[in-house]
């Protein structure tokens, strides 16, 4: 029994119930997605480093933020495009529990940011004439590096608490990656800890933190409806909209995948959701940034009149 335990070195990655010509379909459609993805956060990064008008706090942050989305596709997205070519294609132990560990630190590291950039945006809106004081670059540094290792040391727990399980069960993942939950399902062991520490760990980096993101904007709306500038108020509206609807799609499918209740079948409804959470959030976070946000629009003709011109 014991050596049926610490058999397995792979496992499979079940990924969605596709017949052949969908799979096909589905690996020239999610690629498509992957290669906007990493086009798409590439860009805001090379804006933000490009363009002198955008070595801005709100930039700083934005450019850690594009920095985690592609980490996130590159973690998971080309094994599920693998997968969909050849469903038979296993991964590795190792491999998979780096997956594991990845998504987590990730996931909590874009948790925590996206709380450091509705603070930025607090404090630039509610307390405009203490900004630079208050958001110097030392304390920036400091929250985007605390928010990397929270989301590493939070991930290390998971992973440390993981490793020592047997697995003497299926090796058939049921999802499209090493998600935890997934792969707690194989063990042939009392999995109890782990979970509560999964729901431990989603409660603290969800709940927590988009709660104080509701109580920033809560107060980011009221000082807003103060302003006497119209033009003053268009401004604060487009650059807080861009960031709400991302706070609103990441914590959402993250809430309702960890945090939210069960449904009927809500193995097959929560692994569609952490494909929106992990290939299209991803992919739509520059374009809300880009369409919303005058000020990157204008640094991408800049940029791009430069290119142009040289």
Not at 149 to 162: E, P, R
Request: charged content about 10%; overall charge positive; glycine content about 6%.
């Amino acid at each position: 029994m014991r050596n049926n335990m610490t058999s397995v070195t792979e496992f499979f990655l079940l990924g969605f119930p596709l017949g052949p010509k969908m799979q096909v379909l589905f690996f020239g459609l999610f690629s498509l997605f992957y290669a906007f993805t990493l086009l798409g956060n590439g860009a805001i990064l090379a804006l933000s480093c490009l363009d002198p008008r955008l070595h801005t706090p709100m930039y700083f942050f934005l450019s850690h933020l594009a920095i985690v989305d592609i980490a996130y596709a590159c973690n998971t997205v080309p094994q599920m495009l693998l997968n969909l070519l050849d469903p038979a294609m296993p991964i590795s132990f190792g491999g998979c529990m780096t997956q594991t560990f990845l998504f987590l630190t990730f996931a909590i590291t874009e948790c925590l940011l996206l709380v450091m950039m509705s603070y930025d945006r607090y404090v630039a809106i509610c307390q405009p004439l203490r900004y630079s004081a208050i958001m110097s670059w030392r304390v920036c540094i400091t929250l985007a590096v605390t928010s990397w290792t929270i989301g590493v040391l939070l991930s290390l727990i998971h992973l440390v608490l993981l490793l020592p399980l047997p697995f003497c069960m299926s090796q058939k993942i049921n999802h499209f990656f090493c998600e935890i939950m997934a792969v707690l399902k194989l063990a042939c062991a009392d999995t109890h800890i782990n979970e509560n520490m999964v729901l431990a760990g989603a409660v603290s980096v969800l709940v927590g933190p988009f709660s104080s993101v509701v109580v920033s904007y809560v107060c980011i709306l009221c000082a807003i409806l103060r302003i006497q500038s119209g033009e003053g108020q268009r401004k604060a509206f487009s650059t807080c909209s861009s960031h709400l609807c991302v706070v609103g799609l990441f914590y959402g499918t993250a809430i309702i995948t960890y945090v939210g209740p069960s449904y009927e079948n809500p193995k097959e409804q929560k692994k569609y959701l952490l494909l929106f959470h992990s290939l299209f959030n991803p992919m739509l976070n520059p374009l809300i940034y880009s369409l919303r946000n005058s000020e990157v629009k204008n640094s991408l003709k800049r940029v791009l009149g430069i290119g142009i011109t040289l």
